[in-house]
């Protein structure tokens, strides 16, 4: 069964420090990855997406992800946290052949930024 | 702004109201759904429409109606709602709903919903 699972509900980095938001997935085929933000009151916004070739990519605002194919994970990293990255942030993943009808969204990890 | 607009932004409602949420988008795609969002669950697809067809229900309480009159405008009609139903409503829009995993979705703000 196809999912995604985001173990950490609620992160607090300080602002400067380095991040990383855990994603692993359960999916039957090649995975399609993606990273979205939620900022308080918005909808959600894509930040990067994998789909084949170099594993590491990069997104806007400064983030990147990491596809490990051994580990079924695509965990989120940005080396220095602004304040404006508090936020909710969403992994899904989604097949080569299946549409945006058919992303699975995991439950959201909230990131906290304190001065 | 990502040009998907819902609205109205909050809406409290009693089980026995009608009411609609509204969405426009005003990029000119072909594809628009709509998600429910409730604390610590995954988002949920309800309905999604590919150039007006409703392609998508999925297994949605009929309390909840959803209507396409064009490519840039979606509707979700409530009646009788459930406590349980208060939860923020997404909508979403893409260019195309048949270009595999890597069509963008673009999300409204969302209507957040409480059902007293």
């Known amino acids: 069964a196809q999912s995604v699972t985001q173990p950490d509900i609620h992160i607090t980095v300080s602002e400067g420090a380095s991040l990383e938001l855990r994603c692993n997935y359960s999916y039957g085929a090649t995975p399609y990855l993606f990273w979205y933000v939620q900022s308080p009151g918005q909808g959600l916004q894509l930040l990067l997406k994998?789909?084949?070739?170099?594993?590491l990519v990069q997104g806007i605002k400064g983030f990147e992800a990491e596809f490990k194919r051994s580990q079924s994970s695509f965990n989120l990293r940005k080396p220095s946290v602004h304040w404006s990255d508090a936020a909710e942030y969403f992994c899904a993943v989604g097949g080569r052949q299946t549409g945006a009808n058919n992303l699975f969204f995991g439950t959201g990890t909230r990131l906290t930024v304190i001065p | 702004e990502t040009g998907v607009t819902q609205t109205p932004r909050h809406l409290v409602m009693g089980m026995t109201n009608k009411k609609s949420l509204k969405c426009e988008q005003h990029l000119g795609h072909n594809a628009m759904y709509w998600y429910k969002q409730s604390a610590k669950k995954p988002l949920e697809l309800m309905f999604v429409y590919s150039l007006e067809e409703r392609v998508e229900n999925n297994s949605v309480p009929s309390r909840f109606s959803p209507e396409c009159p064009n490519s840039s405008h979606l509707f979700l009609h409530l009646h009788t709602l459930q406590p349980e139903d208060s939860a923020l409503y997404l909508c979403?829009?893409?260019?195309?709903?048949?270009?595999?995993?890597?069509?963008?979705?673009?999300f409204g703000s969302g209507t957040q919903l409480s059902v007293l």
């Open positions: 994998y789909f084949s070739g170099d594993t």
């Open positions: 979403a829009s893409s260019q195309d709903l048949g270009g595999g995993a890597n069509e963008k979705l673009f």
